[in-house]
């Protein structure tokens, strides 16, 4: 499945209410986990069914419920029935190719980013979307499939620290995409690191394996260029809206992961066109290589066009020839081949031609 689109043939035609999985099951069943809290408790547990989270509607508490798993459409319409989420955002929810974006509803807030990780071993960057619902006292992720990317910030909810405790579901959205923007800027350093260490290798051995790397690297910028730069502009969109579900306070925390978004695009652009850079000295090197080995064919050919001229000379089989039958007409013949070959190579060297 293409990783830039994802086939929408069986979204073709369908009532925005109809809503289908689109994309790849990465776990064999759903799983639903809930954390519900405010400054003094704290209750978490993992949901046998959608059924269970629903006493968690219209409390006092601040309740984060994450669904991982969205190939099982039943469990994401029963949780949007119990919360009120609407029919447009299930059906984002449900299809994994989404751009990310954020929209704003009646009493919920909606948004869609991609999970990036880059892998070491195979220097690909592997992503997941997630999706992101919260009203007055709830959050609900939806993962394609379990994560620890949130083990930090669900062990600040344990441990009680910082603000987290006490502030609401907007805060707690604001968290976890700071977990997402600091990990896309780890993914930009892993793959940016072996970018950096290519510019040597381009400058000393320019060969087709450098040039599958830049072609590689290339194609892994440009996804992570498709994935970042619109939720920067996701984040923008949240800084300057007026729902009452973002609070006052919670605004300059935006505003600072909008600058660090804003920094990850821009090294993103710096990288790509290191990148650029590189393919352009490997062209250049690789042009360079070949015309020193034509000059090298060149300068043989200019020197042996002469010898061929006097070799052809004395090898035609006319009876009367000079010094024909001459004892050593042989070793006179090689002593004026080799005379035009050395004052050639001095002329080209004269000439700085070698």
């Known amino acids: 499945m293409s990783r830039y689109l994802k086939s929408s043939e069986k979204n073709a035609g369908k009532a925005p209410d109809d809503i289908v999985f689109i994309g790849k099951q990465k776990i064999e069943n759903s799983v639903i986990r809930v954390m519900d809290f405010d400054s003094e408790t704290l209750e978490e547990f993992e949901a046998d069914s959608p059924a269970d989270c629903s006493r968690f509607i219209n409390t006092e508490t601040v309740t984060w419920i994450s669904v991982y798993g969205l190939h099982d459409l039943s469990v994401i319409k029963e949780i949007g029935r119990n919360f009120g989420i609407h029919t447009l955002a299930l059906e984002d929810i449900a299809n994994t190719g989404q751009r990310p974006k954020f929209e704003e509803y009646e009493d919920t807030l909606y948004l869609v980013l991609k999970l990036l990780l880059f892998d070491e071993e195979t220097e690909v960057i592997r992503s997941d979307q997630l999706s992101i619902v919260f009203g007055k006292n709830f959050l609900i992720s939806f993962h394609e499939k379990p994560v620890d990317l949130f083990h930090p910030v ?201």
């Open 154 to 354: 669900r062990e600040r909810i344990r441990r009680h620290k910082g603000r987290i405790r006490k502030s609401g579901p907007d805060y707690l959205a604001y968290a976890l995409l700071d977990v997402i923007v600091d990990n896309y800027m780890i993914a930009i350093e892993g793959i940016g690191s072996r970018i950096e260490d290519l510019e040597v290798t381009v400058l000393e051995n320019p060969d087709q394996e450098v040039l599958n790397r830049i072609t590689r690297y290339k194609r892994e910028m440009n996804f992570l260029r498709k994935s970042i730069r619109p939720a920067r502009e996701l984040i923008v969109q949240i800084t300057k809206n007026d729902s009452d579900l973002i609070q006052e306070n919670t605004l300059p925390f935006w505003k600072d992961l909008l600058g660090l978004s804003t920094q990850a695009t821009e090294v993103i652009d710096s990288y790509r066109e290191m990148l650029s850079d590189h393919l352009n000295i490997y062209n250049t090197s690789t042009s360079n290589k070949l015309n020193e080995i034509m000059k090298i064919l060149t300068i043989f050919a200019a020197i042996f066009i002469p010898l061929t001229f006097i070799a052809g000379i004395y090898g035609t089989n006319f009876e009367y020839l000079p010094e024909l039958h001459f004892k050593y007409s042989y070793f006179v013949f090689w002593g004026i081949m080799l005379t035009v070959a050395g004052i050639m190579l001095r002329f080209f060297r004269r000439k700085g031609w070698l």
